[in-house]
């Protein structure tokens, strides 16, 4: 209990982790709680993985199991999702998981040649938006976050649904707000906000910590959501049903739980975090991008494609080091299939079969020995040399495998990985095009930012 009020209240995520490297003589490799402990988790004692040597054996399924480990010592209900433990919370070794994750590789291959102009589409139009907001006032100031989630439900709803939009649905503009409640009583007791003042935190810590909450308070938004999917994302589920063998209720729920939970739920902090850093970073970064886009795109006959993005090689690193100093989920988890021994930089640790084991991601991917100025946003740090090489690249791991591996069917890498650092690319490449540079504001969320638009300078050149 004590080390949860450090956590949540006291400390801070950072601070709680530093703090305990250096009680245990700076071993990167430690014993600790994590939350949410008693009474939502029987047991929360983890073996912490804070650095980019001993994380990678999160990733090895020999040694690791993931059954119900998403969110580590705490396992949602199954209320959430009809009653079905969904992909994400299956094992490598379970029959069902390579199934239904060969099921959505699958689909997302047969929509490669959609994802571009789908997502240029989505874009065009949360732009659109932005320019209309700061037109109706010279004093305007734009939150991009409350747009960028309107875009990305609309995207992924349009990627998975024929092309249909939400907004000519049963759920309309509702889609963000069902999805965001739906997500947020499954996680409230490992990522619950500071609400009240510190001195109210044991308060506070007693009603959002201390007990799960009932599926009965969001049955309706998840209805709505289930039934929208149900309806319209026919080819999805026709393709589970005939070359599968899933059954279409099964399929449609682990597609509410892959488009809700694991992309919009990815994606809802890490845009907001991609805008942040570039535009933090200042006028000579945004002048080398959108030098490089505007030239690349040019030279591909005005068509932004899968080639003239490849080009683009400052774009890309900035993609990549965003994933890195910011990964959008910062936790992963494994319980030891066995009895092992894991390795720091320095030090060897044996861990007992069943342990859990917990990586905190941006301490391995801020790991000094491995990145120069690893706390600084460093745009070009994958251009040329070593990250041209991979070799830098092997120490990012934000899709639960190394950037430089594939997800497959057999292991828990993110299926749509390289989605992920597509429409991230595409998400610069329509910045830039658009616009010269521009000015934010920056507040922080429990889980990355907000952030606030306060000037766009229209691009002078195309």
């Not at 650092?421 to 616009?435: A, D, G, N, Q």
């Amino acid at each position: 209990m004590r080390d949860r009020l450090a956590y949540f209240y006291y400390q801070g995520t950072d601070e709680y982790f530093a703090s305990r490297i250096r009680s245990h003589n700076y071993a990167t490799v430690i014993r600790t709680n994590m939350p949410p402990g008693p009474f939502v988790a029987a047991d929360s004692r983890v073996v912490a993985l804070l650095d980019a040597a001993s994380f990678p054996v999160l990733f090895d399924n020999s040694k690791v199991e993931k059954m119900n480990v998403l969110d580590g010592t705490y396992v949602p209900s199954v209320d959430f999702t009809g009653g079905l433990r969904m992909l994400a919370f299956l094992d490598t070794r379970d029959p069902k998981h390579a199934l239904l994750k060969s099921l959505v590789m699958s689909f997302l291959a047969s929509k490669r040649d959609a994802f571009i102009p789908l997502f240029r589409g989505s874009l065009s139009r949360m732009f659109g938006a932005i320019d209309g907001r700061f037109a109706a006032t010279a004093t305007a100031r734009v939150n991009f976050n409350g747009l960028s989630e309107e875009m990305v439900f609309g995207f992924l709803f349009r990627l998975f649904c024929d092309d249909k939009d939400p907004f000519e649905t049963a759920i309309g503009t509702r889609g963000p707000a069902h999805v965001d409640k739906w997500n947020a009583l499954q996680v409230i007791p490992i990522t619950a906000p500071r609400l009240l003042p510190k001195s109210l935190s044991f308060i506070e810590d007693f009603f959002l910590h201390t007990f799960p909450f009932p599926f009965s308070l969001v049955k309706s938004d998840y209805s709505k959501l289930y039934a929208a999917f149900n309806k319209h994302a026919e080819t999805f589920l026709d393709r589970a049903e005939s070359s599968f063998g899933i059954p279409r209720a099964e399929a449609c729920h682990n597609l509410v739980f892959i488009a809700g939970f694991n992309a919009y739920g990815g994606f809802k902090p890490f845009f907001p975090s991609l805008i942040k850093w570039v535009a933090s970073a200042g006028h000579k970064l945004h002048r080398q991008l959108a030098g490089e886009i505007r030239a690349v795109v040019l030279g591909h006959g005005g068509e932004v494609t899968l080639g003239a993005l490849d080009a683009m090689t400052l774009t890309k690193s900035v993609v990549y080091e965003a994933l890195r100093i910011e990964p959008p989920i910062p936790f992963q988890y494994g319980r030891a299939r066995e009895d092992m021994v894991v390795r720091s930089h320095d030090a060897a640790y044996e861990v007992k079969k069943g342990e859990m084991l917990f990586g905190y991601q941006p301490f391995a991917t801020r790991d000094p020995t491995v990145f120069d100025r690893p706390e600084e946003f460093v745009g070009d740090r994958f251009v040329g040399g070593r990250g041209e090489k991979k070799m830098l690249l092997r120490d990012v791991y934000w899709s639960n495998g190394r950037e430089t591996d594939d997800p497959t069917a057999e292991n828990k890498q993110c299926p749509a990985k390289d989605l992920v650092v597509l429409m991230s690319r595409v998400l610069l490449v329509e910045l830039f095009l658009r616009y010269d540079g521009l000015t934010v504001e920056i507040e922080p969320l429990p889980l990355g930012s907000s952030v606030t638009i306060t000037s766009l300078d229209k691009a002078t050149s195309v």
